[in-house]
């Protein structure tokens, strides 16, 4: 089943930018996606990289061929591939990345291991990839309030 963040709210509709679960599987399986690409896609292929389950070794590799032929249809160009992580960050709910600490000590939030626990790795995706350097991260915040990880004033 699709899950969209309400930080992504104001793009899901039209899916004109990747949502954070294609992103999540685009990590998962290793292969590099330009927002360019994306945009070549209909609507119903970038419908069908939501809703295409990227979780067991076969589902993971099936991804992974659909979406090398698609972007291959869609730019005339095999897409770069990336290195899979065997056991990534966000898959780790026993030590919060001290980058994203470091993060949500900028907006003053101090994240603790119990908070870290509760998330779906989804959820500590999305914060990871949001508080990187260099990433636009107007939505670290909205995803940290939507996530119940800051106190309410």
């Not at 065997?86 to 026993?94: C, D, I, L, T, V």
Request: proline content about 6%.
């Amino acid at each position: 089943m699709a899950v969209f963040f309400e930080f992504e709210a104001d793009f899901v509709d039209s899916l004109r930018c990747i949502p954070m679960q294609v992103r999540y599987k685009l990590d998962t399986s290793g292969i590099k996606l330009k927002l360019s690409d994306w945009n070549n896609m209909t609507q119903a292929e970038r419908e069908a990289l939501v809703e295409l389950p990227c979780d067991t070794e076969s589902e993971i590799q099936s991804y992974q061929e659909n979406l090398q032929q698609l972007i291959l249809e869609r730019t005339g160009t095999s897409p770069a591939k990336l290195p899979i992580e065997p056991y990534p960050a966000w898959m780790n709910a026993s030590t919060v990345p001290a980058s994203l600490q470091e993060k949500a000590q900028e907006i003053g939030v101090t994240l603790t291991l119990e908070q870290w626990e509760t998330l779906t790795p989804l959820q500590r995706f999305a914060l990871i990839k949001l508080s990187r350097s260099g990433h636009e991260n107007r939505n670290f915040p909205l995803a940290m309030a939507e996530f119940h990880l800051v106190n309410s004033q």
